[in-house]
């Protein structure tokens, strides 16, 4: 940060300071000042609409989300709170997004909100399914390459860093390190939840700025049955720790054809809720890796249950005090496919940097590309020219839902497998998505037809000047090839 930044959070620092040392005193009053000031710090960054509903919601006791917010002041820390909000609001938020906004025009490419990596391909659990269980400890992500990625994104605009593994907490060290070093980034881990002890929770209250997400598979007997015996126990264990420090986290859940109606069950949410857990990142079964078990995929019920779940869950009504996504059934928020850094890439624990965490192919290594090289790729930019991968954002994925593009990508722009194991052909991968896929095709059809829809606001390539050319020149093309041809 330089001198005019560090100026800025210090003030936007002492404005939170003097609203949460009051709102314990006026919750309703000062939660509404709260979200005022955050108006006039990040400007326009977020819709208008969104501020209203939220200055809202904590005003009328009976919304789901004042009972939301009345939890997070009961459990989490204040400086915690502070060092998220300046962290995501006045980072992520304000300078992260105009600024890659900014680039994406400058470079024309995409420039991400986030980016994903992996700090070690080595994991202490086999769960049913999961590619890592392969790898063993083969890779790791020196902390030098790390910070690198950070001090590239952050000149993108990029505020934002999670980590995958592997079980990343095995560079818990690291991790801390990071976060330290950033104040200005946030950074969320994806954990088991087996490494976390009172010295890591303490560590994380001090920077800050680091959240987790902890697997849970729902109950006792379906967690067990695809993470290991006892894992369970020792999840529950680590979010009772992480609450009990004042640390924010949340749970990532995995759903399978096996466990939807259990993660998505009254009494799940409320135990998760009861131990702490502030927000739920769901995510849809991908077939990735030859130990994949194909079965898991949910089927197109299960989806459906899905989508109408979410909503219910959600809304500040009838739904819960916790906020969930869904990164499948949630596309329409976003506008299909994030992946190919639309929003996001990933970098896994060889340094390959990849379109998204379930699209093992890569045409780019951090150790030989910067990170704009590698988004100015073969690969990023057929990612790009082809997002949205179907109009319909029930059906995002250009894998599990549109395997034909994966396929072609992968073939035009001469990607590579990233397998740490056994390389897996796209054809290999997208075979095992074809059924589900024409499954699911009528039923999101019909989802979507018969549903309201948000309008995200997304302009796609196929939107800016050089694609409307690109197309047009295309059709032009086209029309005298027919020509020729009679």
Known sequence: ??????????????????????????????????????????????????????????QDENNVYYQYAMNFLHDVDRQVLKKMLLAMGLGAGYHGTKAVRANREIYKCNIPWLILMDPTSACNCKCKGCWSAEYGYKQSLTFDEMESVVEQGVEL??????????????????LIKLAEKHPDCAFLAFTNGTLIDEKFCDEM????????????????????????????????????????????FGMSVCYT??????????????????????????????????AA????IPSPQQRVHMYKWLRETRNSHTGKPIFVMDFQDDGEYVGGCIAGGRNYFHINS????????FIHYSDSNIRKNTILEGLRSPLFTAFRKGQPFNDNHLRPCPMLENPQYLRKIVAETGAKSTDLVME????????????FAAEWAPTAEELWKNNKH?????????????????????????????????
């Open 205 to 248: 209250k001090r920077v800050g700025n680091l959240t987790l997400a902890l697997s849970i598979e729902g109950t006792k007997d379906t967690t067990d049955a695809r993470r290991g015996a006892g894992s369970y126990d020792k999840t529950v264990k680590a979010m009772s720790l992480l609450k009990a420090k004042g640390c924010l």
């Open 454 to 486: 948000p309008n995200p606001m997304t302009q796609y390539y196929r939107d800016t000047p050089e694609g409307k050319a690109e197309a047009a020149k295309a059709k032009e093309e086209a029309k005298a090839e027919g020509k020729n041809a009679e």
């Open 293 to 296: 078990v194909p079965e898991l």
């Open 424 to 435: 897996e052909t796209a054809e290999h991968l997208c075979s095992k998505c074809d059924s």
């Open 1 to 58: 940060m330089n001198i005019k930044d560090k100026i800025e959070r210090a003030a936007a620092g002492l404005t939170i300071d003097q609203i949460l040392k009051y709102i314990d005193k006026d919750p309703k009053k000062n939660l509404v000042k709260l979200i005022d000031r955050s108006e006039k710090i990040l400007g326009g960054t977020f819709k208008k609409s969104y501020l209203d509903a939220m200055r809202n919601a904590v």
């Open 157 to 174: 605009g990029t505020h934002l860093y999670l980590f995958t593994g592997g079980e990343p907490l095995i560079r818990k060290d690291d």
């Open 257 to 290: 054809s096996e466990n939807v109606e259990t993660v998505t069950s009254d009494e799940f949410l409320d135990e998760m809720i009861e131990r702490g857990v502030k927000f739920g990142m769901y995510f849809c079964y991908m077939p990735v890796g030859h």
């Open 350 to 357: 060889a340094g390959d940097m990849e379109p998204c965490v």
